[in-house]
């Protein structure tokens, strides 16, 4: 599967809306920080990219045709609502991939952040990975209900692990679900 492979029809979502999931393009740039810059406060203390830095959305634009990660985002009128990915590990953990995945304020609830979660499956599938990880705080529990009823469960938590953007302290949740045995 190549990224162009991971292409989906528009997509309809409980409320109605449509959105097309495709895959990160080299000209999205000024329209992930637009995304990132929308994110509300709350989002931001808790995601591990920084959606508001613009360096950091140069290199995932940078990274769109990497061989070993796959990023993906929903669109809706022209504007960015969804972005999730997949990486491959390096060395010893390269049977694995870990993934993020961020959704738009009022996009939230409708069914995207599972159709961007089964997208990222399948490219997870075409890399040949063999176990997928989502980390996340333990207050994320939208999130972590995505990832739950696509069947991945909770191998681990880290105590304090997290310090937010504001200088709080979380528990992070490390979730796996095997894509083969």
Request: charged residues 25%; proline residues 3%; contains cysteine.
């Amino acid at each position: 599967m190549t990224n162009q492979e991971l292409v989906a029809p528009m997509t309809t979502l409980r409320d109605g809306r449509t959105v097309t999931i495709r895959p990160l393009e080299e000209s999205d740039r000024a329209a992930l920080l637009d995304f990132g810059m929308a994110l509300p406060e709350d989002d931001w203390l808790y995601l591990e990219l920084d959606f508001h830095d613009p360096n950091t959305i140069t290199r995932l634009v940078n990274a769109y045709a990497a061989m070993n990660w796959r990023q993906v985002v929903a669109v809706a009128d022209g504007a960015i609502v969804g972005y999730s990915n997949v990486r491959r590990l390096p060395g010893w953990k390269s049977h694995a991939g870990d993934s993020h995945l961020v959704i738009g304020e009022g996009w939230r609830r409708q069914g995207l952040g599972t159709a961007l979660a089964e997208t990222i499956l399948a490219a997870a599938r075409d890399l040949g990975l063999e176990k997928v990880i989502a980390e996340m705080v333990e207050e994320q529990t939208a999130g972590r209900a995505i990832f739950e009823r696509l069947g991945f469960q909770i191998e681990g938590t880290l105590a304090g692990q997290v310090h937010d953007h504001g200088d709080g302290c979380h528990n992070l949740l490390i979730l796996g679900y095997r894509l083969r045995p």
